[in-house]
């Protein structure tokens, strides 16, 4: 090889290699410059006023209701009516408490027919009073030994417009088993009468 030619490429060499160096140098003193101050944003402060915090309780009181301008209606009645049986019924006789006590055979001393002592008023059904409902029942039932009702069903119910109704049957039923008789007495023994009717009628209260 060219002895010329081998220094050449070695000196070639030697300042490329230089020039590397001095590039790099450049580079890092570069990086390593501290940075310029960057202009600050000044933030304005915030300040919040100070609030005084009220609790407030509702003292107020509620309206009073507006009063109803009807007053309800008032609980009516039912009439006690004599059935067109054969047999007649006092519905007028004195009454006497549930705990009546009489003496003499049977309870009952005297000789004669039955009669009602004890009577009591059914209680007017609550669907029939709301709908203006009137009417009547008539309940069958057997007045015993001791002048107690028995087995009392209704044999008609009709209201005051003629229409069949089972809406007073309950309250009737309820009543005549509560009814007290002096019952039936023949040759000094009290005995059995089957077939009684009464007629219940219910019928509201008139302004």
């Not at 002895?3 to 070695?10: E, K, N, S």
């Not at 609980?75 to 006590?101: C, I, Q, Y």
């Not at 119910?157 to 007495?185: C, E, M, Q, W």
Request: glycine residues 6%.
């Amino acid at each position: 090889m060219n002895p010329v030619r081998l220094i050449g490429a070695g000196a070639l060499a030697i300042a490329t290699t230089l020039a590397l160096i001095f590039t790099m140098h450049l580079l890092i003193k570069a990086n390593m410059k501290a940075p310029e101050d960057e202009e600050q944003i000044k933030v304005a402060d915030i300040v919040m006023p100070e609030q005084k915090i009220e609790t407030q309780y509702d003292t107020s009181k509620p309206d009073k209701p507006d009063e109803p301008e009807t007053p309800p209606p008032e609980m009516p009645e039912p009439e006690f009516d004599n059935p067109d049986t054969d047999t007649t019924l006092n519905m007028a006789a004195p009454r006497a408490s549930a705990d009546l006590k009489v003496g003499g055979i049977g309870g009952f001393a005297s000789e004669g027919d039955y009669l009602p002592i004890v009577k009591v008023q059914p209680q007017y059904p609550r669907r029939a009073l709301q709908r203006g409902i009137e009417g009547y029942v008539i309940v069958e039932y057997t007045v015993t030994k001791n002048g107690s009702v028995r087995d009392p069903r209704v044999v008609e119910a009709f209201t005051n417009d003629g229409n069949p109704t089972t809406i007073f049957n309950r309250a009737a039923i309820k009543s005549a088993l509560k009814y007290k008789y002096k019952p039936r007495v023949v040759d000094g023994q009290p005995i059995e009468v089957p077939g009684v009717k009464t007629k219940i009628s219910f019928n509201m209260a008139k302004n």
